[in-house]
C-alpha cells in the first residue's frame, strides 16, 4: 500500500530561527530539517558512502616518491670515493595491483551493501523522528485540554463549595455535605497541578523533538486510511519495512566479508615501475676502482617489472579472518530473523492499538454524553431534594472523567495510527508530502564521493543543521557547548 499522508497546506520555507509549528505539518517539516537524530544520521551515512572509495583505492594503482640527502661517515674498499658528499637521491615508484585473491573485489561489493543498508537505516531514523514529532504533538494537544478541563472542574466545584458553605449558614445542607465539597475541590485542585506538570514535560518534550516551544496547534488532520486487517499490514510491513531492508543489506555485506577474508590465502599479483636519480651535490666521486674511469656526477636509472606475492605459511591469520567473517555473517542473519519477528510484533502491536483506541473513542464519546445527561439530572434531582451532594459530586467526576479519557482516546488511537505507518515503512518524508523545501537526497554525498582518485578532495566543511533550543535564561556562565566548541562548523544559513 503506498498510502500517501497529506498533512494540510504546503509550509513556507523553513529558517533556522525558533518558530511556533502550529499545524501538525509545519511541526514535521522543522523536525526533519533541524532534529539532531535525524541530522546525525545523514552524517552517518555519509561516513558510510566513503567505504566504497575505501574498497575500491585497494585496486588502484599508487605513486610513491622519495627524496632523501646523505652524506659518507666512513669510506673503506671499493666504496672509497673522493667525495663524501652530500648526495641527493630520488626515486619514483609505481605499482599497479593485478589480481588481489578476491578482496577488493568482495570488499567493494561489501561496501556497497553497507551503503544499501544506510540509506535504509536512515528512512528508519526518519520515520522514528515523525512518530516522535507526532507523539510530542499530540500530547501537548492532549495535555493543554486536560488542564482546560481539570481547571473548569476546579472551578465548578468551588462554585458548589462556596453555595454549599452559605446553604449550611442557613442550615439547608449538613456539615458533611460541606465537608464532601471542600475534599472534591482540594481532589480536583490536585488533579489540576499534576494536569499542569504533564503539560510542562509535553512542552519540553515538543521542544526536544521539534525544535521550537509550542504555540497554539491546531487539530491534526485525519490519517490515511490503514490496512482493514493486521494480515495486511504485516504484509505491507515486510516489504517495505526500512529496519528489516537495512538488516538484509547487513547480511549480505557479511557475506562479502567472508570473501574478502579467503581471498587472503590466495597469491596476489602486480606490475611495477620505477625511476631513480643520484646526484654528488659536492665533491669528485673518483675514479672506478675496476676500469680507472672518472665517474659521473650524475646517474639516473629506470626499470619494470611484475611481482608476485605466494603465501605459503601466515601463522593461521587466514584461517583466524574467515572464522571471524562466517561467525559475523551468522549473527548478521540471526539478527535479521530477529528483526522480521520484530517487525511482526510491532505491526500488530500498533495495529490492535490503534483499533482498541478507535473502539473506546466511540465509547467514550458516548459515555461523555451520557455522564453529561446524568450530571444534569443530577443537579436537577438535588435541587427538588431527591438527590445528595456527595451523589452530584460523583456526577460531576464522572463526566470529568469520560472527557478526560475521551481526550486521551483520540490522542491515542492518532499517534498508534501513525506508528502503525511507521512499522509498514509509510511514515517517511516522501510518504507525508511534505513540501517545507527539498528533500534530502541520500544519494547527492554518493555521487560526490564515487570515483574520487584526487588525494586532496576531502568532502565539504561540517555544516550545523540542527538547532539548538537553548534559552537565553537557560545559559550558563561556563557552558559545555560554547561557540569555541562549534567554532569548526558553521550553521546552514
Known amino acids: 500500500m503506498a498510502s500517501k499522508l497529506l498533512l494540510g497546506t504546503a509550509a513556507a520555507a523553513l529558517v533556522i530561527a525558533p518558530a511556533h509549528a502550529d499545524t501538525l505539518r509545519e511541526a514535521l517539516v522543522e523536525a526533519y530539517a533541524t532534529n539532531p537524530v535525524l541530522t546525525g544520521q545523514r552524517e552517518s551515512l555519509k561516513a558510510i558512502d566513503a567505504l566504497v572509495e575505501i574498497a575500491r583505492a585497494g585496486g588502484r594503482p599508487t605513486v610513491t616518491g622519495t627524496v632523501s640527502v646523505t652524506r659518507d661517515i666512513s669510506q673503506s674498499g671499493v666504496f672509497q670515493r673522493t667525495s663524501q658528499g652530500p648526495f641527493l637521491n630520488g626515486r619514483v615508484d609505481l605499482n599497479m595491483p593485478l589480481f588481489q585473491g578476491g578482496t577488493v573485489r568482495n570488499d567493494i561489493k561489501a561496501a556497497k551493501e553497507r551503503v544499501e543498508a544506510g540509506r535504509a537505516t536512515l528512512r528508519a531514523v526518519e520515520g522514528d523522528v515523525f512518530v516522535e514529532a507526532v507523539s510530542a504533538y499530540m500530547d501537548v494537544i492532549r495535555d493543554r485540554a486536560v488542564v482546560e478541563l481539570n481547571q473548569n472542574q476546579v472551578d465548578v466545584l468551588g462554585t458548589n463549595f462556596e453555595a454549599n458553605s452559605a446553604r449550611f449558614e442557613i442550615g439547608d445542607v449538613t456539615r458533611t ?207 427538588i431534594g431527591n438527590r445528595s451532594v456527595l451523589f452530584v459530586l460523583d456526577a460531576e467526576q464522572e463526566a470529568l472523567q469520560s472527557q478526560v479519557d475521551l481526550v486521551t482516546a483520540r490522542r491515542n488511537a492518532y499517534v498508534t495510527g501513525f506508528q502503525l505507518l511507521n512499522a509498514m515503512g509509510q511514515a517517511e518524508a516522501d510518504d507525508l508530502g511534505l513540501d517545507g523545501g527539498p528533500l534530502y537526497d541520500p544519494l547527492g554525498n554518493y555521487r560526490n564521493v564515487s570515483n574520487t582518485w584526487w588525494d586532496w578532495s576531502g568532502g565539504e566543511e561540517n555544516v550545523l543543521d540542527a538547532t539548538r533550543t537553548v534559552q537565553p535564561a537557560e545559559r550558563p556562565a561556563n557552558p559545555v557547548v560554547d561557540e569555541e566548541l562549534l567554532e569548526d562548523v558553521t550553521a546552514r544559513p
Not at 198 to 218: Q, W
Open 177 to 383: 455535605d460541606v465537608a464532601q465539597s471542600e475534599a472534591r475541590l482540594r481532589l480536583a485542585e490536585s488533579r489540576l497541578a499534576t494536569a499542569v506538570g504533564n503539560l510542562e514535560a509535553s512542552e519540553e518534550n515538543y521542544r526536544r523533538v521539534i525544535g521550537s516551544v509550542p504555540g497554539d496547534l491546531a487539530p491534526p488532520p485525519p490519517l490515511p486510511p490503514l490496512p482493514e486487517t493486521a494480515d495486511q499490514a504485516v504484509q505491507i510491513a515486510l516489504a517495505d519495512n526500512p529496519d528489516l531492508i537495512a538488516f538484509a543489506r547487513q547480511a549480505e555485506a557479511a557475506g562479502y566479508d567472508v570473501g574478502s577474508a579467503m581471498g587472503s590465502r590466495l597469491p596476489t599479483l602486480s606490475a611495477n615501475a620505477n625511476g631513480q636519480y643520484l646526484n654528488t651535490l659536492a665533491g669528485d666521486v673518483g675514479g672506478n676502482p675496476f676500469t680507472d674511469q672518472s665517474n659521473p656526477r650524475t646517474a639516473t636509472s629506470t626499470g619494470v617489472g611484475i611481482s608476485a606475492r605466494i603465501p605459503l605459511f601466515q601463522g593461521g591469520l587466514p584461517s583466524a579472518r574467515v572464522a571471524r567473517a562466517r561467525a559475523l555473517e551468522g549473527q548478521a542473519y540471526e539478527q535479521l530473523i530477529a528483526t522480521e519477528r520484530a517487525v511482526i510484533s510491532n505491526v500488530r502491536s500498533a495495529f490492535a492499538r490503534h483499533e482498541a483506541a478507535m473502539r473506546a473513542i466511540e465509547a467514550n464519546e458516548v459515555a461523555v454524553e451520557a455522564n453529561a445527561l446524568a450530571l444534569e439530572g443530577a443537579r436537577l434531582e438535588r435541587s
